[in-house]
């Protein structure tokens, strides 16, 4: 994904409007929810259709108004670079003018979706430290306004004295750090297992239910018609038959979700910046500066995580595609591969050996967390769909992750972080710099108050969703101890961090 940067001038700063392009694409964007619409309409019609002489011109009237729509959004959105923000603009009835401070301004990055490929277009996504995904967002401009557009950001956050730790020079020469060929990329979908089909499937057959005649109720009893029949035929070479198959598109669908995401991946580095690209239909491309980097989380899966393989991902200030707003800057990598990445983002290593370990309580909130309550919502459920009962199976799976988690949680102070390492089955190890420790909060359920335990959230800058580096159960005297000299180191290294650090 590269493209000449165009010169810039005082033009800038007028308004500017998207690419026209991007009415064609985000109308054909929609144009498969009306494909799929056609077994409803016929449903609706009992068969009959509709005379050519009403159906073409009702289509047509649609996708005039789907067009005409299309370009009253387009025609109402502005943007222009100002000195020192970013100014977007859009709606018809209700006006919204949003201003973006230069100094907020924490990352660019770049994006193309299959059709913005083909349209030769791009989105361009101006994120902030404050958490909105759609805080500023460019949906759809010529790529080469899209490197434009990032440079003259780049320059605009110079002028407000973070430019140069935020980009750098784009021209300069960038390292490569980390790439997946093919064949890992292949390799480490084996470990994304994904019964994500059965899903699909399932919500298939419900939106086919007006076309083809069938209702919930009567896809209910086809199952336990289907019930009946497997429970007179029940034997090994079945079960082992159907076994394999949910496996066999498990893992293809796990090989498929993996390639489609991280196709051609390739980290680089120049000066304080990280930059990588991936996808095979959606390409993105985001840079990542050094500065922005509030902790460093290394994964290591339950059977890839035996065999050497691990996660690197960092949390930053603009967020990312995760929900959890993290960047992921080697996917699946050695221990070997991640250790230069790490020391090049400017996080302490890993030290397993200082951590401690929490109460004895979190096996047991573990035991009814995990094991007792699943136990009877699937005893409850064997009730109305005597198959659920298969899933009791689970219950030793659980048993033993939760007879662990203690074992495997743990934590701890290091001269220059804070450390948490969490997880049975996928193993989480966070280390977590003191400067950049925004609030620490102890949190005390009923049955924690019950047991004197508590937890302590650890939170940073731009963190939100699940897996964020929380110590769960702790004795009461322990928490207040951790969080007292947690704090004080927190405030030390701020004290002595220069001012235009973190």
Request: overall charge positive; charged content about 20%.
């Given at each position: 994904?590269?493209?000449p ?9 007028a ?21 799929l ?6 449903a ?35 943007y ?70 990032r440079?003259?950001?780049?320059e ?19 390292a490569?750090?980390f790439?997946m ?22 919500g298939l057959l419900?939106?086919?239910d007006?076309?083809?005649?069938y209702?919930w ?6 199952l336990?018609?289907a019930e009946?029949?497997?429970r007179?035929?029940?034997?090994a070479?079945?079960?082992l ?9 498990g893992l ?9 995401r ?10 304080t ?7 095979l ?18 994964e290591?899966?339950a059977?890839?995580g ?57 096996a047991?909130?573990g ?21 659920a ?20 949680h ?6 220059t ?10 193993r ?21 108050r ?6 302590v959230r ?19 005297d ?16 701020r004290?002595?961090a ?5």
């Open positions: 994904m590269t493209a940067d165009p010169s810039t001038g005082a033009e800038s700063t308004p500017r409007r998207l690419d026209p392009r991007t009415i064609v694409v985000r109308s054909l964007q929609g144009s498969p929810s009306l494909i619409a056609v077994p409803v309409v016929l609706w019609s009992r068969g009959e259709g509709f005379p050519l002489g009403i159906l073409l011109p009702g289509v047509a009237l649609l996708m005039t108004i789907t067009l005409f729509l299309g370009w009253l959004r387009w025609r109402v959105f502005t222009s670079i100002l000195p020192g923000q970013v100014v977007i603009a859009h709606g018809l009835v209700k006006r919204t003018r949003r201003s973006i401070p230069a100094e907020r301004i924490q990352d660019v990055s770049i994006k193309q979706g299959l059709l913005s490929r083909i349209f030769g277009l791009a989105e361009v996504r101006i994120e902030t430290g404050g958490g909105e995904a759609e805080e500023g967002r460019l949906d759809s401009v010529s790529l080469s306004e899209a490197h434009r557009l440079r003259v950001l780049r605009i956050r110079s002028g407000a004295g973070v430019g140069a730790e935020a980009g750098g020079d784009p021209e300069e020469a960038e490569l750090l790439r060929g093919v064949p890992r990329l292949v390799f480490s979908g084996l470990f994304r297992f994904s019964l994500v089909w059965i899903a699909a499937i399932f419900q939106y086919l007006p076309a083809l005649g209702g109720d009567a896809w209910m009893d086809m336990g018609v009946q029949a497997w007179s035929r029940l034997d070479g079945l079960l038959g159907v076994v394999g198959l949910a496996i066999g598109l293809a669908a796990g090989i498929v979700r993996t390639v489609l991280n196709f051609g991946f390739r980290l680089t580095h120049a000066g910046r990280f930059r990588y690209r991936r996808g239909l959606t390409r993105t491309e985001v840079a990542v500066a050094r500065r922005q980097i509030q902790l460093g989380l290394v290591r899966g059977v890839s035996r065999l050497g393989w691990r996660a690197f991902k960092v949390q930053t200030l603009g967020g990312g595609d995760e929900v959890s707003g993290r960047q992921e800057l080697a996917p699946f990598a050695r221990a070997a591969e991640i250790e230069p990445v790490i020391a090049l983002a400017g996080l302490p290593p890993f030290e397993p050996s200082g951590l401690r370990s929490v109460s004895s309580w979190h047991v909130s035991l009814l967390g995990l094991v007792a309550a699943p136990a009877l919502i699937v005893l409850a459920a064997t009730a109305v769909f005597p198959l009962g298969l899933l009791l199976a689970a219950l030793p799976v659980l048993l033993a992750v939760a007879l662990l988690r203690r074992r495997c743990r934590y701890g102070l290091a001269p972080s804070v450390q948490v390492s969490r997880g049975v089955l996928i989480r190890d966070w280390t977590i710099p003191y400067g950049n420790v925004q609030a620490v909060t102890v949190t005390r359920g009923p049955l924690q019950r047991f004197g335990v508590a937890t650890i939170d940073t800058a731009g963190g939100r969703g699940l897996h964020r580096p929380h110590v769960h159960d702790v004795d009461e322990e928490a207040a101890a951790f969080v007292g000299e947690l704090v004080a180191r927190a405030e030390r290294f004290r002595a220069p001012p235009n650090a973190g």
